[in-house]
């Protein structure tokens, strides 16, 4: 991979999770107290920021430090533009979640997704033991 390559690469992808998050230049430069210039220059294509600066990027964004090295034409870049806009702005504010609150909020999801499996095993048992009683059988 070329260098001209990568900055395009990491240029379009930075773009792509700005505009998919709603996120500014400056948003970035206040949000992460990034210098103002700094920020034009990777968003331009021009230069790229420190590993360090990607770290803060990709844990912002919610994202893989890798997935601003992929190009788009790798990757369904439409896939969130497919989405209703409520959708998206519930991805958007996952995505800004710190990393502890979204192992937390994914466990809450995981274990009310593993209750409803539960519920819904019970309420089948349920339904062939009523089943099996002569009363319900001629219903």
Known sequence: MNSTFSYKTFSDNLKLYM???NITQTDLINDLDFDKSA???WVNGTRLPRIEKIITLSEYFGIPVHEFFISNEDKDSNALSNLRKDEQELISTYRK???H???HLNHLV???LLLNDIGIE???ER???LT???TYKNI
């Open 101 to 103: 609150k979204r192992e």
């Open 110 to 112: 995981m274990y009310f």
């Open 19 to 21: 505009h998919i998050n």
């Open 122 to 124: 019970k309420a089948t």
């Open 132 to 134: 099996q009683i002569q």
């Open 97 to 99: 979640l710190d990393y």
């Open 39 to 41: 920020v034009s220059t």
């Open 127 to 129: 339904t062939e033991e």
